[in-house]
């Protein structure tokens, strides 16, 4: 079994900048891809970020210019990098990690969420 935290939402004003961090912990022998998502009421979750273990990385073109994800594999924590953040950014947040508990058993687990609101 793998837990995530996830932390570094908050309230900020429009242009200012957050950082979340998701970190994992449990049975842990590697992990794949690693993301970033996000969701408002009312509308699906969607894709923000990605990062593989090669480090390639996919971002959403709402945020790209304005976002990084990075990620530290000694701590098996992904992070989110939010600057010049806008009112549309506001939503909760989740992270994706796909966990190998072994090196045939790979899992996709999810993070609690984290409120992100821009005021304007």
Same mark, same amino acid.
């Given at each position: 079994?793998?837990?995530? #935290?996830?932390?570094?939402?908050?309230?900020?004003?429009?242009?200012?900048?957050?950082?979340?961090?998701?970190?994992?912990?449990? +049975?842990?022998?590697?992990?794949?891809t690693?993301?970033?998502?996000?969701?408002?009421?009312?509308?699906?979750?969607e894709?923000?970020? +990605?990062? +593989?273990?090669?480090?390639?990385?996919?971002?959403?073109?709402? #945020?790209?210019?304005?976002?990084?994800?990075?990620?530290?594999?000694?701590?098996?924590? #992904?992070?989110?990098?939010?600057?010049?953040?806008?009112?549309?950014?506001?939503?909760?947040?989740?992270?994706?990690?796909?966990?190998?508990?072994?090196?045939?058993?790979?899992?996709?687990?999810?993070?609690?969420? +984290?409120?992100?609101?821009?005021?304007?």
């Amino acid at each position: 079994q793998v837990q995530l #935290v996830e932390s570094g939402g908050g309230l900020v004003q429009a242009g200012g900048s957050l950082r979340l961090s998701c970190a994992a912990s449990g +049975t842990i022998f590697s992990i794949n891809t690693m993301g970033w998502y996000r969701q408002t009421p009312g509308k699906q979750r969607e894709l923000v970020a +990605t990062i +593989t273990s090669g480090g390639y990385i996919n971002l959403s073109d709402s #945020v790209k210019g304005r976002f990084t994800i990075s990620r530290d594999n000694a701590k098996n924590t #992904v992070y989110l990098q939010m600057n010049s953040l806008k009112p549309e950014d506001t939503a909760v947040y989740y992270c994706n990690l796909e966990v190998m508990e072994t090196s045939y058993k790979r899992l996709p687990y999810w993070g609690q969420g +984290t409120q992100v609101t821009v005021s304007s």
